[in-house]
C-alpha cells in the first residue's frame, strides 16, 4: 500500500485528498505502461532497456545510452525555455525561479558528464560485441516476461511517478517520455 508521505506526517491537516494505492494496483498500471511505451515508441523503448541493462551489468553505457541522454538534454533545455517565456510573460522576476533553474542547470550538467564518461569508455572497451550480445538475451527474457513487474527495471528506466488524486498516474521515464495510465 502506498499513501502520500505528507498524509503520513500530518494526517489531513495538509493534504486532504490524497488517495491510497494498492501495491498490485500501482504494479499493474506500470506495466501497462511499459507495454504502451514500447508499442508507441519501440526506439526510444529499446534505447532506454539497452541503458538499464547495461547499467545492471556493468557496462558503461554505448551510443544509444548517449542518445537517450542526449534527448533528456534537449527536453531539460526546453524546460528552461519555456520556463523563462512563462516568467516574462506573466511579468514575474527570474530570481523567483531561481531554485529551478539551478537544480535544471545541475541536471544538464550531469548529464553532460554522463555523455562525456560514456564517450571515453566506448574509446577503451575492446569486448564490446560480447557485453552487447549479452544485454540483447536480456532483453530477449525480458520481452517474454513483458507482464511481469520486475522492480530493477522499474526502478532503473523510471524517473518519476506521479499519482494524481483521480487514480491517474503520469509515468515518467527516463528520457523524459511520459505516458498517462489508471489504476484500473
Wanted: proline share 0%; aromatic share 6%; with cysteine.
Amino acid at each position: 500500500m502506498w499513501r502520500y508521505i505528507n498524509r503520513l506526517d500530518y494526517g489531513k491537516k495538509y493534504c486532504l485528498n490524497s488517495i491510497t494505492v494498492q501495491e498490485n494496483d500501482l504494479h499493474a498500471a506500470i506495466v501497462r505502461a511499459l507495454k504502451r511505451f514500447n508499442a508507441e515508441n519501440e526506439s526510444t523503448y529499446l534505447t532506454l532497456m539497452k541503458a538499464t541493462i547495461g547499467d545492471a551489468i556493468g557496462i558503461n553505457g554505448g551510443s544509444d545510452e548517449i542518445d537517450l541522454l542526449t534527448r533528456r538534454v534537449e527536453t531539460l533545455n526546453k524546460r528552461m525555455i519555456t520556463l523563462v517565456n512563462e516568467t516574462i510573460q506573466s511579468g514575474g522576476d527570474m530570481e523567483s525561479n531561481e531554485d529551478e533553474f539551478k537544480d535544471i542547470s545541475e541536471q544538464i550538467e550531469q548529464l553532460n558528464r554522463r555523455i562525456a564518461a560514456i564517450q571515453d569508455s566506448l574509446a577503451n572497451d575492446m569486448s564490446r560485441q560480447e557485453r552487447l550480445e549479452q544485454i540483447q538475451k536480456v532483453i530477449e527474457q525480458r520481452e517474454q516476461n513483458s507482464d511481469q513487474y520486475d522492480d530493477s527495471i522499474v526502478r532503473q528506466m523510471i524517473e518519476c511517478i506521479k499519482v494524481h488524486s483521480d487514480g491517474k498516474l503520469t509515468i515518467i521515464f527516463g528520457g523524459g517520455y511520459e505516458i498517462e495510465e489508471s489504476l484500473k
